[in-house]
């Protein structure tokens, strides 16, 4: 099992603005979840990259997986107050019988109107 | 609707007082978890279940149970909780290899 940091830890923007965070391991990913959590709910699962260099979009959210396998982005243009909630990236690792996820800390991320 | 019930929702007890939280789920999934998440240590998995009768240990199991009698039932027995397992408390599941573990809506825990 690996550690994931991820950064920052907060981040406290105006609606409007644009943000970047990110998800950074010592070892490669076997593949890489990114959730959003909201007060008072569970983490709702955004988009999961595999392939290095992999770039994906979701709407105003642009999702990067480093070359390396070994770092993660999530950017994110425009922010809007509906965007805010906890971000978490999460490992797959997904082998035989096996099947895990480890997450990291999250970014509390909050648009203010 | 494709979901995961937890049952209660918020749980207020006492040190020592035998409780179970109940987690089912309606997609057939084949592997199911539960996590505790807190403040500055994010999702900790605690137990997990590859399928019917096949359950190990995640990254902090003491003091936690589970069994796996039906596929759609995982619950979580906490023998005599005490107040370091005060938390917020996830079920989720998922296919086996799936691309999605699917959350339950989280317990609020309270041990006093």
């Known amino acids: 099992t690996q550690l994931l940091e991820q950064s920052p830890q907060f981040l406290s923007i105006q609606e409007g603005e644009n943000l970047t965070v990110y998800c950074n391991s010592s070892?490669?990913?076997?593949?890489l979840q990114w959730y959003r959590q909201e007060p008072g709910e569970g983490p709702v699962l955004l988009v999961t990259?595999?392939?290095?260099?992999e770039v994906k979009k979701l709407k105003r959210l642009t999702f990067q997986f480093g070359d390396a396998r070994k770092d993660s982005s999530l950017h994110i243009t425009a922010a809007q107050p509906g965007d805010t909630g906890l971000y978490l990236c999460a490992e797959v690792y997904s082998g035989g019988s096996n099947y895990k996820l480890t997450f990291g800390k999250g970014t509390l991320l909050t648009v203010n109107p | 609707e494709a979901q995961v019930t937890q049952n209660p929702r918020y749980l207020i007890t006492v040190t020592g007082k035998k409780l179970t939280v109940t987690c089912s789920q309606n997609m057939n999934h084949e592997y199911m978890s539960w996590y505790r998440q807190d403040p500055g240590l994010g999702l900790r998995q605690i137990y997990y279940s590859m399928n019917v009768e096949v359950t190990d240990k995640g990254d902090v199991p003491e003091g936690y149970k589970v069994s796996r009698k039906e596929k759609r039932n995982f619950p979580l027995i906490l023998e005599s909780p005490s107040p370091n397992q005060t938390s917020l408390y996830f079920c989720a599941s998922s296919s086996i290899g799936g691309n999605e573990q699917y959350f339950g809506p989280g317990t609020r825990l309270t041990v006093t």
């Open positions: 990259v595999v392939t290095g260099g």
């Open positions: 070892s490669v990913f076997s593949s």
